[in-house]
């Protein structure tokens, strides 16, 4: 893992090349984490035979309560109003792997539009570089940018 100067620590990307990164943290209702996941469902397009895949890293696990509006305080919580995540800032939200580099940008600029808060796109580039010494022997180089 590349370390950076600023102060996420969590892993970059887990699965794919590429994925968007939050910098600030965020709620997020399964309501709207539905939408996002149909909207991403056009990056993974026929993914059996193009190996195209998309990893979304949120699930919304934590209850949200509310009253009606109009009630008098007291008499007990309020009904079960969605399910909601909270997403901590550094945090790597989609991956997408076997996806061109101007797709997954057009996809990730649209999330970007979506979700209203400022995010950084992470690719990952795997390249094999011929070996100065010897000339069968190849090195794997992991870069990221």
């Given at each position: 893992m590349i370390s950076f100067n600023t102060n996420y620590h969590h892993k970059l990307l887990n699965f794919g090349s590429s994925g968007l990164m939050l910098l600030k943290p965020a709620q997020l209702t399964s309501d709207q984490i539905f939408r996002f996941k149909l909207f991403l469902k056009r990056a993974s397009r026929k993914s059996d035979y193009t190996r195209r895949f998309v990893w979304f890293h949120?699930?919304?696990?934590?209850p949200l309560t509310k009253k009606p509006t109009g009630t008098r305080m007291g008499k007990g919580k309020g009904k079960l109003e969605c399910w909601m995540t909270s997403v901590s800032g550094?945090?790597?939200?989609?991956?997408?792997?076997?996806?061109?580099?101007?797709?997954s940008k057009y996809f990730m600029k649209q999330m970007t539009h979506k979700l209203g808060l400022p995010t950084k796109y992470i690719f990952n580039t795997n390249t094999f570089f011929d070996f100065p010494l010897?000339?069968?022997?190849?090195?794997f180089f992991k870069t990221f940018w």
């Open positions: 949120a699930f919304p696990h934590l550094g945090t790597t939200l989609i991956e997408f792997k076997n996806l061109r580099y101007g797709r010897k000339l069968s022997k190849k090195i």
